[in-house]
T-cell receptor, first 115, second 110 residues
Framework: NAGVTQTPKFQVLKTGQSMTLQCAQD?????MYWYRQDPGMGLRLIYY???????DKGEVPNGYNVSRLNKREFSLRLESAAPSQTSVYFC??????????????FGAGTRLSVL | GQQLNQSPQSMFIQEGEDVSMNCTSS?????WLWYKQDPGEGPVLLIA?????ELTSNGRLTAQFGITRKDSFLNISASIPSDVGIYFC??????????FGKGTKLTVNP
């Protein structure tokens, strides 16, 4: 039971470099999410995809883009990394957005440092 | 949008003590979830609540969906060292998305 798999686990970038964080789930979930976690800030939603083919902005979308490649995969791209994007990034998935289907399952995270 | 206030921000307790933490919202919720995050890992669901007044247990953990639908509580009885971590509440109301509190960091001294 893999659940939600994120790659890579760790990454160091230089300012201005680009990279894509990968996320895949094997639970046949419709909805997927990207969060960032900073000390004392909890989990802040970057983007989400309610269902295959749709994406929407969350609380902190600036500097990021996403792609819902298919039902299983949801990627997060940093086009030009900045030190302020140093964080731990979590991908999550759920059956849907409504009660009883809205339990989110998280990956183990990607720890990103931008120098 | 919906906002959650989770308290306390951190707790330092002795092994064997009971723990209580809570979340309050500015609006009515129809879902409360409690997660635990171990160091270096992603959050894992502990308890899900969907009905006002609901009281649910998971081992030494007990959570309640407040009657006003604007708050929820998590209690841990007889804490042990492996209870260390960050506990998050999450809530959802109406057609809004799930929102997360900022977490309560628990330290248990043996």
């Amino acid at each position: 039971n893999a659940g939600v798999t994120q790659t890579p686990k760790f990454q160091v970038l230089k300012t201005g470099q680009s990279m894509t964080l990968q996320c895949a789930q094997d639970m046949n979930h419709n909805s997927m999410y990207w969060y960032r976690q900073d000390p004392g800030m909890g989990l802040r939603l970057i983007y989400y995809s309610a269902s295959e083919g749709t994406t929407d902005k969350g609380e902190v979308p600036n500097g990021y883009n996403v792609s819902r490649l298919n039902k299983r995969e949801f990627s997060l791209r940093l086009e030009s990394a900045a030190p302020s994007q140093t964080s731990v990034y979590f991908c999550a998935s759920s059956e849907g957005l409504v009660p009883f289907k809205n339990i989110q399952y998280f990956g183990a995270g990607t720890r990103l440092s931008v120098l | 949008g919906q906002q959650l206030n989770q308290s306390p921000q951190s707790m330092f307790i002795q092994e064997g003590e009971d723990v209580s933490m809570n979340c309050t919202s500015s609006s009515i919720f129809n879902t409360w979830l409690w997660y635990k995050q171990d160091p270096g890992e992603g959050p894992v669901l502990l308890i899900a609540l969907y009905k006002a007044g609901e009281l649910t247990s998971n081992g030494r953990l007990t959570a309640q969906f407040g009657i006003t639908r604007k708050d929820s509580f998590l209690n841990i009885s007889a804490s042990i060292p492996s209870d260390v971590g960050i506990y998050f509440c999450a809530g959802q109301g109406g057609s809004e998305k799930l929102v997360f509190g900022k977490g309560t960091k628990l330290t248990v001294n043996p």
